[in-house]
């Protein structure tokens, strides 16, 4: 383990990617894969990375409601990988490109042609195409509420390695309605990308090509997770930065490959949390901690007027993996970063934080029920499968609701982790989790619950893209089905997980 000074570097604001054009009235976007050097500490070599522009992270989109822009993702990589692929994994065989690529708007209600399927990816060029490839150009409608998502390759088989390298960035959708809340704007509204990473002494990127346990028959071999021992902010390892003492919006992305966090200021200040993954809540909930799992966004607002002077460390003390593994180490996975409250007032913080919202308006009719168990079993190797309602990413099209139909899914986790699980398309709502006897499940196969349904945490009572499905409980969500059809894939957001069969299509049928 390398040991690097913290807060040594300031915290990097990604930039604002721009239109190459415009189409009839669309903005039109080129965004170009590439390979090069980034300096991610102080301390450290330049360490390669790829990139979205050539940055790490990749430029912020920054767009509005009801516009919707065209993209073209081009893949200008290597046909080499730079870290360690596992043939054995599905999608990743000797029979398709080393390198390919394909881009997943995280969160949006995205026609099926232009949601970064795992199977439509394409090589440098375009010069080799997957099977479920049908376009060049994306169109992101952008017909949603004013949110926080994230875009991020999803090639088959290989996303925890491609996302590792680099490839993720923030999208914006701003939404007129939300000017009038009053809420903290540029410079004060902010993202934060928070990632774990491990290094090699020259700064390259280390990630094991064993488990723990090796696998002797299989070299390089998938992990069952993976926890690096550095953490980075915005592409900086440990980074600071100087705040003035007034109210900051934070939109924070957990983006790591299977690490959770669960932050907390050293000073005890709260955060006030007014969205989740897909928009406002209805009312500010303020929180001492917040618990995000791997592609969870909170949106928080934190009040420095009162901290003149002060150096706060944003901590974390979730356990990994989660929930009952080791707890971080206070001096390095324990800390994310640090804010120093020096920085003088540049105007009057005539911001506010309302007391409504939005409106979340509760969904109550739907028209099935689905039970879908979340479990595991060894492959040939003897490694651990997670699978979702014991079927392989190959097998047959299981779920294939309706458009404009409304289903519960009910989450039964009889393995031993949580497991984010993550809608392509959708937005839910989390109904509540129970509960059950896991003795009576591994002997008969039951699943009994033990205690009444919990209701969601009230900052959970938002619109959702991805759940934490907690080991031993039944986790239900609601979901209305669209606005588009198509085929579509829903997944554990674990990278390692989903890449090793833990996701599945389903198709939405006119």
């Known amino acids: 383990m390398l040991m690097l000074e913290k807060f040594v570097d300031r915290l990097p604001i990604m930039k604002t990617i721009l239109p190459n054009a415009n189409i009839h009235h669309m903005p039109f976007y080129e965004v170009t894969m590439s390979e090069t050097y980034q300096k991610l500490h102080q301390d450290l070599p330049p360490t390669k990375i790829w990139g979205y522009n050539g940055h790490y992270p990749g430029p912020t989109f920054h767009v509005q409601k009801n516009q919707p822009i065209h993209v073209l993702w081009k893949n200008k990589l290597p046909s080499k990988h730079f870290l360690p692929i596992d043939t054995t994994v599905h999608g990743a065989g000797e029979n398709v490109p080393e390198v390919r690529t394909v881009v997943h708007l995280h969160g949006g209600a995205t026609p099926s042609a232009s949601d970064g399927y795992p199977e439509a990816w394409f090589t440098k060029d375009f010069k080799q195409v997957g099977p479920h490839f049908t376009n060049r150009i994306y169109t992101y409608p952008n017909q949603q509420n004013g949110t926080t998502l994230w875009y991020h390759d999803h090639a088959l088989g290989i996303t925890r390695l491609n996302i590792y390298a680099g490839l993720a960035g923030m999208y914006i959708i701003h939404d007129p309605e939300e000017i009038r809340l009053n809420l903290p704007q540029n410079p004060y509204d902010l993202p934060l990308l928070i990632q774990d990473r491990s290094f090699h002494p020259d700064g390259s990127l280390l990630y094991p090509s064993q488990p723990a346990k090796p696998i002797s028959e299989v070299d390089p071999s998938i992990l069952e997770e993976f926890f690096g021992d550095t953490i980075l902010v915005n592409g900086k390892v440990w980074p600071y930065y100087n705040v003035e003492p007034r109210r900051y919006r934070f939109r924070i992305l957990n983006g790591s490959n299977s690490r959770f966090y669960r932050l907390s200021l050293s000073n005890g200040l709260p955060f006030v949390q ?111 499968i997670h699978l979702l309602d014991g079927r392989l990413w190959s097998d047959p099209i299981s779920e294939t609701p309706r458009l404009g139909s409304t289903e519960i899914w009910n989450l039964v986790n009889v393995s031993h982790g949580t497991h984010p699980i993550h809608l392509h398309l959708v937005r839910f709502q989390i109904i509540d989790r129970q509960p059950f006897d896991a003795e009576i499940y591994q002997k008969e196969g039951r699943v009994v619950p033990t205690a009444p349904r919990m209701l969601p945490e009230l900052n959970e009572r938002g619109w959702k893209d991805t759940v934490r499905a907690n080991p031993n409980e039944i986790t239900r969500i609601i979901v209305p089905f669209g606005p588009y059809a198509g085929l579509f894939v829903w997944h554990c957001h674990i990278l390692e997980h989903e890449d090793y069969e833990m996701m599945r299509p389903f198709f939405v049928i006119r």
């Open 274 to 384: 007014i969205g989740t993954d897909q928009g406002l809540l209805e009312t500010p909930i303020s929180v001492p901690s917040l618990l995000i799992a791997p592609a969870e966004r909170a949106d928080v607002i934190v009040d420095f007027s009162c901290c003149y002077g002060e150096s706060i460390v944003l901590k974390n003390d979730a356990a990994s993996p989660f929930p009952k593994g080791e707890k971080p180490d206070p001096d390095t996975t324990g800390s994310v970063m640090k804010f120093h409250v020096v920085s003088p007032l540049t105007c009057l913080d005539e911001s506010s934080i309302p007391d409504i919202l939005d409106t979340v308006p509760r969904l109550s009719s739907f028209q099935q029920v689905r039970m879908l168990k979340l479990s595991m079993r060894p492959d040939s190797y003897g490694r651990s």
